[in-house]
């Protein structure tokens, strides 16, 4: 079964940058959606950037130049490099896998595997 381990959350304040990494167990996630999600406190889980098998990106509104996700298909990582970081970025950021080659989908329900999460805290 596919494993998928977060790093590189912490405590930082308004305005700093973070980088995420996502390592994949298995290299045929390479092929595959991976996406970038957050969960805030009484919140749901919302989608933040995802990036398809064909490297293909898409952002949601709010973080949409400050954030970036990339992969590095040699490596079996997926990134998120946040800057200009807000008070309301503040969350658990999870990394998911969605076996589709093609395209993407901002649906968390329909990812396949999910990593434990790491927290990030932006003060102002």
């Known amino acids: 079964q596919v494993r998928l381990v977060e790093t590189g959350g912490g405590s930082v304040q308004a305005g700093d940058s973070l980088r995420l990494s996502c390592t994949v167990s298995?290299?045929?996630?390479?092929?595959?959606?991976m996406g970038w999600f957050r969960q805030a406190p009484g919140k749901e889980r919302e989608g933040v950037a995802v990036i398809t098998g064909r490297d293909v990106t898409a952002y949601v509104d709010s973080v949409k130049g400050r954030f970036t996700i990339s992969r590095d298909k040699s490596k079996n990582i997926a990134y998120l490099q946040m800057n200009s970081l807000k008070p309301e970025d503040s969350a658990i950021y999870y990394c998911?896998?969605?076996?589709?080659?093609?395209?993407?989908?901002?649906?968390?329900?329909?990812?396949?595997?999910w990593g434990q999460g790491t927290q990030v805290t932006v003060s102002s």
């Open positions: 998911g896998l969605y076996k589709a080659k093609e395209y993407c989908t901002w649906y968390s329900g329909n990812y396949d595997a």
């Open positions: 298995d290299s045929y996630s390479n092929t595959y959606c």
